[in-house]
């Protein structure tokens, strides 16, 4: 898992993660490369598992791992690059993500299979909604 920048701060809880709507999200490198939309939570604990941001001028969205991102002012910043995150699957907004869909976005930013989220969404059953969009308050 990536260290969060010197600048930045460890993941906000919740309340806070929700106020990086609108946030820009910036690469290893300083680029400007998406903006958050939302946040997704674990279907059964509800702690903040994924940032769902919208990639690019054609709008993508997908969703970047919550533990690898940093806040900063008005920005957050993920430990990966351009490429790497305009390749991330693609996922359907205000929908649920399944464990297969969380599984290739584990895989995609190489989140180790024994590890973390990976783990976690592993040992569940097939074609579970794994995690869903929060809701503010």
Known sequence: MAEP??????PAPLKEAL???GF???DMNGSRVARVEGIYV???????VWVIVK???FGKVTALPYNECADGPGRIWIAHGRKVIRGAP???PGKGLTREEELDL??????????GRHEVVDSRPEGAVTSEPAEAG
């Not at 920048?5 to 460890?10: D, N, Q, R």
């Open 106 to 115: 584990c895989d995609h930013f190489l989140i180790r299979p024994d590890r």
């Open 55 to 57: 990639v690019g001028r």
């Open 90 to 92: 693609t996922i359907q």
């Open 42 to 48: 674990d279907a059964e604990d509800f702690e903040p």
């Open 24 to 26: 820009r999200v910036d």
């Open 19 to 21: 106020g990086w709507v």
């Open 5 to 10: 920048a010197a600048t930045g701060s460890a």
